[in-house]
């Protein structure tokens, strides 16, 4: 009899149902690229671009977290947003200029997104 052994790293998004998870349809600017779980903020008509981050501790507030990957390279296109949720730190796509927890928590302001972080070696 053989003995087979699978390996799976299943990684976790969702990390508690408070405050209640809610999405919402809405366009996102062309000429953009989005992995999934990328922090979005609204442009100047309401459209949705990549979360610029924070600069010297000011910032736009974040719109949400797009649901999946988003190609709005050939046009706007619109695409699912987490408006709400609590979701792991570490399956997030976080600003390049956002590399602290203090930061991280700093762009959340004013958000209904909540995260939490886990220690090393959790999963």
């Known amino acids: ?3 087979e052994t699978h390996v799976t790293n299943i990684k976790r998004l969702v990390a508690g149902s408070v405050p209640e998870i809610l999405t919402k349809e809405q366009i996102v600017l062309s000429g953009q690229n989005l992995a999934a779980y990328t922090f ?7 459209k949705l671009i990549t ?4 600069s010297v501790g000011v910032g736009n507030p974040v719109a ?8 709005a390279t050939g ?5 699912t947003l987490y408006e709400s949720g609590n979701f792991f730190d570490d399956q997030l796509v976080w600003p390049a200029n956002i590399t602290t ?7 959340l302001e004013g958000s209904d ?3 939490t972080f886990l220690d090393v070696g959790q999963s």
């Open 1 to 3: 009899m053989t003995i």
């Open 40 to 46: 979005v903020e609204s442009d100047n008509v309401g």
């Open 51 to 54: 979360h610029a981050g924070i």
């Open 64 to 71: 949400g977290l797009t649901a999946q990957a988003i190609d």
């Open 75 to 79: 046009g706007d296109t619109q695409g």
């Open 101 to 107: 927890t203090e930061l991280k928590l700093k762009m």
């Open 113 to 115: 997104i909540k995260v």
